[in-house]
Every structure is written in structure tokens, then in C-alpha cells.
């Protein structure tokens, strides 16, 4: 089965229903959505834009954005901010009848979302188009499994959600879970509520552990059979937002968010563009995976992205 996670952007209320099944719903909401041998999930960021983490979840766990416009307003801004600075450049904008296009075309025409296609809001033709979309992958791969939500099922144990990233995941496969040394072996994988021995890159699983409880798992922890890097110290160049209203200093306490980890730091160096950190708990992460530095209580809050 194939398998593709769809970001839902800016005025979203309603929409997810329109394209799926509502499935967990936390700080982000799951709708589920099956044709044929292609499974969807469209991701929501349920409690922005209150909180700013649940955007940038929603941006790491992503395949494809949507991005649903009635008007173009300021309180769009942060959202376009945030997929630019991600670079992020598969994607489409959703418009309503009232949306100046050729002022969106002239917002974008400098970012990653140059080239969104525009859609109407017809979701019986975006169903469709993301049913038809495909992505490459890289099936053969080590196994990169974030855990987005994690829960104890009565005689089943300890489950885990998230996407396999890269790789294919096999029942019995023994996979370590980074950033700890604590290794877990694969009792059963479920896609889409169907039970399966496999499952590959692309495809969002429900997967039983044996060996780990809930109360050793935090969102975000990875479960791989690769190298990944582990670091409690992060120096790397940062690429600030240009809207930034603030000078990011040596002793201030700020939060990161690399893939779906969320840990507080301390800076303990700044010099142009390249910072050092100190994170209050280790995280795990690939060379290139992307840090978000964030003042979560600012009025900018999405201060710098930088690759790892």
C-alpha cells in the first residue's frame, strides 16, 4: 500500500472532514483517507496558531502542502513564513472566489512556494489529485520511524504512530529508540487499521513494541535500524527570520524543534549567523535534518532554521 501525508495550511476550519476520516486528534488532528492502494492522511495543526509548535509538526511530518486561502490577511503571514523558511516547495494553494490571485502570485513569487499550483476548493477533485500524486522514495534504506503519538492498548502493550520516513519496517525487526540505547522489537504493524507484515517509506503505521513502555517515550524519538546522530550540544549556521524583531543573545533560553522534538536550550554562543547551543535533554538527528529555533511567548516567534 501506498502511502502519502498531506500538511493542511491557513484557513482550515472544516476542511479536514471535507477530505477524510477524523482519526487522533491532539495539538495536531489525523484525517484518514483510503482509494484503492493509496492511503492519506491529511495532518492539521490543531492548536495553532495558539502554539507554534503544532505548524512546525505539521511541516516535518508532510509530504505535500495545501494551502487553503479565503483571504489573503496578515495573520497569513507566519504560516507563508514558516513553509518558505522550510523550504518547502511541493505543495498547492487552495483559493476561494474573493482571492486577489494575482496579489498571492506577487507574495509568493520570491519563496519555495513559487511554484504551488492553485487549486479551487473543490475537494472531491483534491481527494482525487492527492489519490494521483506520487513522491519518491527510499524504500531500500535504513528504517527512520518518528514517533508523532504514542498509547498502552489492553493486551496488545505498548503502540506507537508515525510515518516510516525511510527504510521498510518488518514484524520481528528489532530497530533501536534513538536518542536512547533502548532497543525494541517490532510485535505487529497496522496500516490504516489492517494488519501487514511490512511496511515501507510512505506509509503511516501503527506499530507494537515489545520491550518499551509509555513512560520511556517522548514524541519525536525515533525508531531506526541506522547511525543516527545523537547531541546534547548543537552548533550549526542559522538562516534568521528577516522579520525578526529581536537580537537573539548569549544566556537566553529559547525552545528547538527538529523533526517532531521539542526540547528547551540555552545560547550559549552567538556570532553572525552561527550559534551554539546547550539542550536541556539529547535529541536525534540525520546530517540535514532541519533546526527551528523558537521564542514560543514573542510576536515573531519562528527566530531561525538551520541544517544539522
Not at 503544532?54 to 495573520?75: C, Q, S
Not at 528504517?143 to 508515525?162: E, N, W
Not at 510485535?187 to 509509555?214: C, M, P, W, Y
Not at 533560553?253 to 517532531?260: A, C, K, P, T
Request: proline content about 2%; glycine content about 10%.
Amino acid at each position: 500500500m501506498e502511502g502519502l501525508s498531506v500538511g493542511l495550511f491557513g484557513h482550515i476550519e472544516g476542511v479536514g472532514k471535507e477530505l477524510g476520516k477524523k482519526g487522533t486528534s491532539t495539538d495536531i488532528t489525523l484525517y484518514n483517507y483510503k482509494q484503492g492502494d493509496k492511503a492519506i492522511c491529511y495532518i492539521g495543526p490543531t492548536r495553532y496558531p495558539d502554539r507554534i509548535n503544532p505548524l512546525i509538526y505539521t511541516i516535518n511530518m508532510m509530504d505535500y502542502a495545501l494551502v487553503f486561502i479565503n483571504e489573503i490577511t496578515g495573520e497569513l503571514g507566519e504560516t507563508l513564513l514558516a513553509l518558505d523558511m522550510f523550504e518547502v516547495h511541493k505543495g498547492a494553494f487552495v483559493v476561494g472566489d474573493y482571492v486577489d490571485l494575482d496579489m498571492l502570485k506577487n507574495i509568493v513569487s520570491q519563496t519555495s512556494m513559487k511554484d504551488f499550483e492553485i487549486l479551487e476548493k473543490d475537494f472531491i477533485n483534491i481527494r482525487e489529485k492527492m489519490a494521483n500524486l506520487s513522491v519518491d522514495r527510499d524504500y531500500e534504506g535504513a528504517v527512520k520511524i518518528p514517533i508523532d503519538h504514542y498509547f498502552t492498548v489492553r493486551s496488545v502493550g505498548t503502540v506507537i504512530l508515525g510515518k516510516v520516513e525511510t527504510g521498510t519496517v518488518k514484524v520481528h525487526d528489532n530497530l533501536r529508540v534513538y536518542p536512547t540505547d533502548k532497543t525494541v522489537m517490532v510485535r505487529s504493524i497496522q496500516i490504516h487499521d489492517n494488519d501487514f507484515k511490512e511496511a515501507k517509506a510512505g506509509n503511516r503505521v501503527g506499530l507494537a513494541l515489545k520491550g518499551i513502555t509509555t513512560d520511556e517515550l517522548d514524541r519525536g524519538m525515533i525508531l531506526s535500524n541506522g547511525d543516527l546522530n545523537t547531541a546534547k550540544e548543537i552548533e550549526i549556521n542559522i538562516n534568521w527570520n528577516p522579520f525578526m524583531q529581536k537580537t537573539v543573545k548569549e544566556g537566553e533560553n529559547y525552545q528547538i524543534i527538529v523533526g517532531l522534538q521539542s526540547v528547551p536550550c540555552v545560547v550559549e554562543e552567538v556570532n553572525n549567523n552561527k550559534i551554539k547551543l546547550s539542550l536541556q535533554k539529547e535529541i536525534a538527528y540525520d546530517a540535514g535534518d532541519k533546526l527551528c529555533l523558537i521564542d514560543g511567548s514573542a510576536k515573531v516567534r519562528i527566530l531561525g532554521i538551520g541544517k544539522l
